[in-house]
């Protein structure tokens, strides 16, 4: 993204660059098929489920002034409004953890001011929604977003890490309180004496780990070695969304022996229902709102502009970081602006305004990734297996599967040339197969095995449209009319799922590898080497990497403590943009220059594996393959700024002799290691050196400071 702080100039090269792409935007969606349902649902669950969740949550902390059906209507009005007018489509919004602290400090706040009280609390929130939007538009206008850049990993990983906890804090203290009795509920019920209220809480548990364990089970379902492909396929599409049926129906096996009230589900009004919607009608109050306090709004919107401004940009970075090889431009600009309008929206109908989402928006790109290698892989195979039939060399064959590949992309004169095609892949193919002496042979499966080749040929791509979007958003708002079936959901299943969130997003943050690494034995740390992994495992001396954790721990948690503060607790977004001065000034007092590099490094790069003692065919039965019939993100090292590295290993066949020194995969790409790596890992690393087969393993010097 280009830097430009000339006023409205940012907005006018989103607009002019997204108009190009408009058209495509929705005819590359339909095209697609039924198949944009499987990425469509998944991220629907996604969005709805901890949006439920936080309505229970604000339905307690204001005590009904604001309940599931307005953080649904709000995730669904903006959704539907940024899938059709907004830049990037791929940016997922509604209503966040953040918001609803901010909501709740908000109502503590008005409830404990006379001339406020629960009676005008929407009303005064009307104001800092007014006052939020005209804080976005400046942003906007004035190109703020030119600096998102600036956020490094420190503060995107710490950031992300933050919403990980408070969506774990948020599934422990559900859990806790299914063993309490609820507010404003009758102690005298049946369903609250304390050995069912223990009961409840058991079944709770039950239902909670069952969801967490078996989601997190069936996204890798295309990697089960039991079961027929297609139904291998669906359960890894689908296997969330069904775990979620699965434990609500299980929650009603004991109904006939226990009280009505266990397990305890959904509470909320239905949209119908009596003072249900007397938000909507808020504006007329918010001029009876005193004069100090219309002003003084200014104070929480000041924190919850910056809350959204970060929030918003670093959601919209994580879904379009360059590794997703997005060929589309971005929008951040533009995206601020319509945020702004949608804020103001949201004030003036009394419900929680949202906005950009972690980690929904990376999930949605990755699971249209998934949907763009499906629809690849499908063209390439039949592609490849029509050349064998037809005798086809190996050079002739990735000539066929090069120009089918090109085929299936969209050709858009502005967009730039995709760089991530089968070209290098296919000329160090055959560089490969003219060393062993067959490149005009004819090809069979013994020579390329179609349905494993092709996943290492396939780059990552992203099915770039509207229509998951906008499908998305929709289902949400009818969930707003299906909140009677939504009351059959067991509130435990939700905070299972909160946890299954929490979990899911923790793979791939650098913050939280280093965390483990800290954990790691010194022994088994050379461990860590014989897999992908980032540079500064190898460039940076243990201690430095200690201390760096520590220091971004430290902050973290000062950072999760201040949202415990009441009324405070809204300078938790200040601490974030709190990090870009520290890591540009101070950080460097501290630590070297190129420690930071690799520590912080604003692009992404990564070492590959050091082989040793590949086995040869038989060795453990048949040939290994770096790609099996996985989840295309579960062959992928991901982080958390949304970076993909391939773990692809050099090709392994029967002729093929275990390598004796480090080998470069033909897979990888140029910018997948850094090049002060290589002198490095041969002097320092504990596999690179020849060794025979079955040699004692070498103390690792993982932690010893490369540079003398």
Not at 127 to 146: D, E, H, N, R, Y
Request: glycine share 6%.
């Amino acid at each position: 993204m280009e830097e430009t702080f000339v006023p409205f100039q940012g907005i006018k090269n989103d607009l002019e660059g997204r108009l190009k792409c408009y058209k495509q935007d929705w005819t590359g969606g339909f095209r697609a098929g039924f198949r944009i349902l499987a990425p469509t649902t998944y991220i629907f669950f996604a969005s709805a489920i901890p949006v439920i969740s936080f309505g229970e949550q604000l339905e307690r902390n204001t005590e009904g002034a604001l309940t599931a059906v307005q953080t649904l209507a709000s995730t669904a009005i903006c959704g539907i409004i940024h899938s059709i007018i907004g830049g990037q489509p791929l940016l997922i919004l509604g209503v966040a953890e953040p918001t609803v602290l901010m909501y709740t400090f908000m109502y503590n706040f008005a409830k404990q001011r006379p001339e406020l009280g629960h009676n005008l609390f929407l009303a005064w929130t009307g104001w800092v929604c007014v006052w939020t939007a005209a804080l976005l538009f400046m942003l906007a206008i004035l190109g703020a977003c030119s600096i998102i850049n600036r956020f490094t990993r420190v503060a995107g990983e710490l950031f992300g890490l933050l919403i990980a906890m408070l969506f774990m804090q948020q599934a422990i203290r559900g859990l806790v309180d299914e063993f309490s009795v609820p507010e404003r509920s009758d102690a005298k019920l049946i369903e609250f004496l304390p050995s069912w209220r223990f009961a409840n809480g058991m079944f709770a548990l039950v239902l909670s780990f069952g969801l967490l364990l078996t989601g997190l089970k069936s996204r890798k379902a295309r990697s089960w070695r039991y079961g027929s492909g297609w139904i291998r396929s669906l359960i890894a599409d689908y296997g969330v969304p069904l775990m979620v049926l699965v434990w609500t129906a299980v929650s009603y096996a004991p109904a006939a022996s226990v009280p009505k009230g266990i397990p305890r589900r959904l509470f909320s009004p239905n949209p119908w229902s009596p003072g249900a919607y007397d938000n909507w009608t808020v504006i007329k109050d918010m001029l009876n709102v005193p004069i100090l306090f219309i002003f003084g709004a200014f104070v929480p919107a000041t924190m919850i502009a910056v809350l959204y401004y970060f929030d918003h940009s670093v959601a919209s970075q994580l879904a379009q970081q360059k590794e997703f090889n997005l060929r589309k431009p971005a929008s951040f600009h533009y995206d601020l602006l319509l945020l702004g309008f949608l804020t103001l929206l949201c004030g003036l109908l009394g419900i929680p305004p949202s906005n950009g989402v972690i980690p929904q928006s990376p999930m949605h790109t990755k699971s249209l990734a998934t949907l763009k290698h499906q629809l690849l892989r499908n063209r390439l195979v039949e592609t490849a297996r029509e050349s064998m039939k037809n005798n086809s060399s190996l050079g002739q064959l990735y000539g066929s599967m090069q120009e089918a590949y090109h085929q299936m992309q969209t050709p858009l004169v502005h967009q730039q040339p995709s760089d991530c095609g089968l070209k290098e892949l296919k000329e160090s193919t055959i560089q490969l197969a003219s060393s062993m002496g067959n490149i005009d042979a004819p090809v069979d499966e013994t020579v390329f095995d179609v349905e494993k080749e092709i996943d290492d040929l396939l780059p990552v791509e992203v099915k770039e449209q509207r229509v998951s979007n906008l499908l998305q958003s929709c289902m949400v708002g009818g969930c707003v009319a299906a909140m009677p079936g939504l009351k059959l959901i067991p509130t435990s299943v939700l905070w299972g799922y909160f946890a299954f969130m929490a979990i899911e997003s923790l793979p791939g943050n650098q913050f939280w590898e280093r965390i483990l690494l800290l954990f790691t034995a010194p022994s088994r740390r050379f461990k860590v080497l014989e897999d992908y992994h980032a540079t500064f495992v190898e460039t940076v001396p243990f201690k430095t990497i200690a201390t760096f954790t520590l220091f971004q721990t430290t902050y973290l948690l000062i950072c999760f403590g201040i949202t415990w503060i009441p009324i405070a607790g809204l300078l938790f977004p200040l601490m974030i943009m709190l990090l870009v001065p520290v890591r540009q000034y101070i950080l460097p007092k501290f630590f070297k220059g190129v420690h930071l590099q690799d520590l912080d490094a604003a692009e992404y790069e990564e070492a590959p594996a050091i082989p040793f003692n590949y086995p040869q065919e038989g060795e453990f039965g048949a040939r290994t393959s770096a790609v099996d019939a996985g989840e295309v993100l579960d062959e992928v090292i991901t982080r958390s700024r949304g970076e993909i590295r391939r773990t692809c290993s050099s090709r392994v066949t029967s002729t093929t002799v275990t390598p004796s020194r480090d080998v470069r995969s033909p897979r990888l790409s140029l910018n997948a290691y850094s090049p002060r790596v290589n002198e490095l890992r041969v002097l320092h690393s504990p596999r690179s050196a020849a060794r025979e087969p079955f040699s004692p393993i070498v103390p690792s010097s993982l932690g010893k400071s490369p540079r003398k």
